[in-house]
Nanobody, 126 residues
Framework: VQLQASGGGLVQAGGSLRLSCAAVGRTGNISNMAWFRQAPGEERRFVSV????????VYADSVKGRFTISGDNTKNTVYLRMNDLEPEDTAVYFC????????????????????WGQGTLVTVSS
C-alpha cells in the first residue's frame, strides 16, 4: 500500500487549505486513515483520524473547530480541510492508514498505523 498526499502550500494566517491522501495498492483491509504533523524540531503529533466502521472521527484539541476530516472508504481517500490556519499549524503533514480497528485512544498514537505517506508541507505566515 502506498499513500499519496497532496495539497500543502503557503498560506496566510486565517486562510484555508485542503489536504488529500489516496491509498493505492492492496487497500481492502484499511480500517482507518489519519493525519499527523511534525513541526520543525518537534515530534510527530496526531491531528485527526477517520474510522470507516463504525464511522467516527477524532481531532486533536489544537485543531477542533478549525479542521475537518472526511473521506471515501470505497476509494480509501481521506481529506483534511483546514480553516482559520495559524502560524502554529506550520508543519509537515503526514497521512497514515491502519489495518486494525483499535479503540479511539490508541488511534491517536502513530504506532496504530501500518502505512505512511511522504508528507506535505504546510506553511502559515503571520
Amino acid at each position: 500500500v502506498q499513500l499519496q498526499a497532496s495539497g500543502g502550500g503557503l498560506v496566510q494566517a486565517g486562510g484555508s487549505l485542503r489536504l488529500s491522501c489516496a491509498a493505492v495498492g492492496r487497500t481492502g483491509n484499511i480500517s482507518n486513515m489519519a493525519w499527523f504533523r511534525q513541526a520543525p524540531g518537534e515530534e510527530r503529533r496526531f491531528v485527526s483520524v477517520i474510522r470507516w466502521s463504525p464511522h467516527s472521527t477524532v481531532y486533536a484539541d489544537s485543531v477542533k473547530g478549525r479542521f475537518t476530516i472526511s473521506g471515501d472508504n470505497t476509494k480509501n481517500t481521506v481529506y483534511l480541510r483546514m480553516n482559520d490556519l495559524e502560524p502554529e499549524d506550520t508543519a509537515v503533514y503526514f497521512c497514515a492508514a491502519g489495518l486494525r480497528n483499535y479503540i479511539v485512544r490508541h488511534l491517536q498514537r502513530d504506532t496504530a498505523y501500518d502505512y505512511w505517506g511522504q508528507g506535505t508541507l504546510v506553511t502559515v505566515s503571520s
